[in-house]
């Protein structure tokens, strides 16, 4: 992980610093930004792998951070957030952040969400993965792009695309929640079954006809997922 290059956006000098003094610590070179605007050019110049985003930013709205971003890049969000599944937290997902962390928070905790982010996005795509259609939509494993019937693209984070993959790779099988969130989180993670209602959540409102009742992404109530066509 040494090299890379974090941008992080609080508006609180005190957080900044510890921020930037514990991240260089552990080998990142540290980008910071005290706005919305300073993270938008900090962004445009500095190219970081990952952000870190306080959504709660005195010019911008974090939200609007975050759709500025990704109106030209896929750099990995992670969301600083005061409450877990909170509607700031899921507006912020919809947008296109890819992770959220609450406060308040430990820098191990941190640490592991950042280099989670990174890996995913750094994964390589393996050529020759098969077409999934769904009755609904298509899920294409080696473009890693999904597709409604209709046609239209839909956008996935890469930590929503980790989840769906993992279910679409076992489809018609159970996927234990622990299971799950090794995979996508890592091995630290099995026990945080909420980030699982949080992403499946997010899931089923892109790609269910009824979110209320889904047809593909279904909880199997206390053991774990299943993907059905």
Same mark, same amino acid.
């Given at each position: 992980?040494?090299?890379? *290059?974090?941008? &992080? $956006?609080?508006? %609180?000098?005190?957080?900044?610093?510890a921020l930037r003094i514990n991240l260089a610590a552990h080998g990142y070179d540290v980008l910071l930004a005290p706005d919305g605007a300073a993270a938008l050019?900090?962004?445009a110049d500095? *190219?970081?792998? &990952? $952000?870190?985003? %306080?959504?709660g930013l005195p010019d911008l709205d974090g939200v609007e951070v975050i759709e500025g971003l990704r109106g030209w890049t896929s750099v990995p969000i992670i969301v600083l957030t005061a409450r877990t599944g909170g509607a700031e937290t899921v507006r912020a997902l919809d947008a296109g952040a890819d992770d959220y962390v609450t406060k308040p928070f430990g820098m191990a905790e941190l640490l592991a969400r950042l280099r989670a982010a990174v890996r995913r996005a750094a994964a390589t795509t393996v050529e020759g993965e098969p077409v999934v259609d769904a009755r609904d939509f298509r899920v294409d494993l080696a473009d890693k792009r999904v597709v409604r019937a209709d046609g239209a693209d839909v956008h996935l984070t890469p930590t929503e695309w980790g989840v769906l993959e993992l279910l679409v790779r076992h489809r018609g099988r159970l996927v234990g929640q622990r299971e799950l969130l090794r995979a996508v989180w890592g091995p630290n993670y099995g026990t945080e079954s909420?980030?699982?209602?949080?992403?499946?959540?997010?899931?089923?409102?892109?790609l269910e006809p009824d979110p209320a009742r889904p047809v593909h992404l279904i909880t199997e109530a206390g053991m774990g997922y299943r993907f059905e066509l």
């Open positions: 992980m040494t090299g890379r *290059r974090v941008l &992080v $956006v609080d508006d %609180d000098p005190q957080i900044l610093r050019r900090a962004a500095g *190219r970081p792998d &990952v $952000v870190l985003l %306080d959504l909420h980030y699982l209602r949080v992403y499946l959540a997010q899931l089923r409102r892109k």
